[in-house]
């Protein structure tokens, strides 16, 4: 597993973050890992997924019914719960559902303080622009940034934090849901009040350009392709995929650090 790299930098550490919107409902989602943790969060979708039509690296959260398969949602967030950090923006304040977001993510890294890790957010340079400047009204310093077009299919990080942030989206519709779902996902504009207002006016008011880090970007096509990339630390975007390599190197990586269940469904992609 190759960390996420430029030609001045490695990250062998990342917080995928996501966000999903119902009505007026907005949660977003973080998850922290090391490249070698990404091993486990793969391995606890596959078990979860078992007995349902859901593969990583072809399906995200939608092509799930939250009513239909309750028990998969549930499997995948009791195993990871201890990786998830949440918050949840209950709406009817007006609030452009993009900018949001981008306030929302920017009080999960603080919350995170993280030191030497790569931010992977789910889009393009507009939700990066969005992000870095709502970080810049409350820390001091921005963290690495990379994004990467539908993310969630490239790094079972993401699908974890899209499967979570689905979840809950669909959970709360009411304020005493939020310490009723697992995990317990606090209000924003409640209990980060003090990060809201200048997170969200450092967003609307400055002009900054915010730097995303020039990690390689490709648009790949299959699962095989997929699963190279996210191997490899690219992101997705950018021009097609050149190959279709062998995904036998990440089988016989998974098989090294003891996941021979997970080698093995690799080994059937």
Known sequence: MRPFRTEESEFNKSIAIDASTIGDI???????????DELDILDSI????????FFPFRDK???LSHTTHSDFFE??????VDRLLTTVHLGNDGSDQERVEAVQSAVLVKQLNP?????????????????GRAVSGIMDELPPIATCVKSELYYPSSLLADLCASRLAHEIDHPRHCSAVTPETPITKEE???????????????ADEVQVEPITQYRAETVRTRMNCWFEGYMGGGDPYPTDRSIKPIVKYAQRYGYNELAKRLSEV
Do not use: C
């Open 46 to 53: 596959y078990r979860a997924a078992e007995n349902y039509p």
């Open 75 to 80: 499997q995948v967030i009791t195993a990871n």
């Open 192 to 206: 980060f009040n003090h990060y809201w207002g200048p997170a969200y006016n450092s967003m609307i008011n400055s």
């Open 61 to 63: 959260s939608h092509d």
């Open 26 to 36: 907005t949660v977003a989602v973080s998850v922290y890992a090391g490249r070698r």
């Open 115 to 131: 030191v030497n890790t790569l931010v992977i957010l789910d889009g393009n340079k507009d939700k990066a622009t969005r992000f």
